[in-house]
């Protein structure tokens, strides 16, 4: 696993460490996800189920996003402007960077 992503892992078990979670289970979980999926919507995957699981909320990169639903960058702004959808602008320790 590239050193980026486990990084970004460290950055979201920080975030979650009250709620028990450590990095050694996240790289654990990365690790299971099919390995056809992108690393970003591995990381993606992750917030998204620990945001469900503890109820918080977590933002998305337009290209995590794109990695999900598997369009590009730019259908998913399009899409983000069509349906009117608020987007946050800030840049946060751990973000991924893609490659």
């Given amino acids: 696993m590239r050193n980026d992503v486990i990084n970004e892992l460290a950055a979201i078990a920080d975030r979650y460490k009250e709620h028990g979670v450590t990095l050694p289970m996240l790289i654990d979980l990365a690790e299971k996800a099919p390995p056809e999926l992108p690393e970003l919507a591995i990381i993606a995957g992750v ?35 069509a349906e009117d959808i608020q987007v946050i602008h800030q840049t946060a320790p751990g973000k991924h960077k893609p490659s």
């Fill in 47 to 81: 917030k998204l189920a620990l945001a469900n699981e503890h109820g918080t909320s977590e933002t998305f990169t337009i290209e995590e996003v794109a990695a999900i639903t598997g369009e590009t960058p730019a259908e998913v702004r399009e899409r983000i402007r």
